[in-house]
C-alpha cells in the first residue's frame, strides 16, 4: 500500500510559478513510477507528467511541455512539479498517483495507477 499526500497548490497570476510536491509512504513507494494529472471544473482527469522509479525517464503531456518540470527525490520518497509561465488554462486540481513499475517505466494513462493521493488546487488568474 502506498499513500500519497500533494501540497503546494493555491492562487496565482498568470505567469506566475508554484511547486506541488507530493510525499510518499509505504512499503513499495521507492520502486514507483510517478504521475500528475490535473482535472479541471466540467471536464475530464487528464494526463500531466509522469517519471520512472529511477527519475530518468519522464514525460509530459503537449499543453505543459516546456512550462512543467516532474522530478523526483526517492530519498525524501517526493515527487515535485515545477509549473512555470502558468495560464490560466492551467487551473485545476492536481493529484499525484503512483505504480509499481520497472527502472525506466512511465505511463500516461490513468488506469494503470493504483495509487492516488486527494488533489492540490491550483488556480491561476488573469
Known sequence: QVQL??????????????RLSCAASGRTSSSCAM???RQAPGKEREFVAAISRSGIS???ADSVKGRFTISRDNAKNTVYLQMNSLKPEDTAV???AAEP???YYTSVSEKTYNYWGQGTQVTVSS
Not at 5 to 18: F, I, P, R, T, Y
Request: proline share 0%; with cysteine.
Open 94 to 96: 492536481y493529484y499525484c
Open 5 to 18: 499526500v500533494e501540497v503546494g497548490g493555491g492562487l496565482v497570476q498568470a505567469g506566475d510559478s508554484l
Open 101 to 103: 513499475g520497472t527502472y
Open 58 to 60: 519522464t514525460r509530459y
Open 35 to 37: 504521475g500528475w494529472f
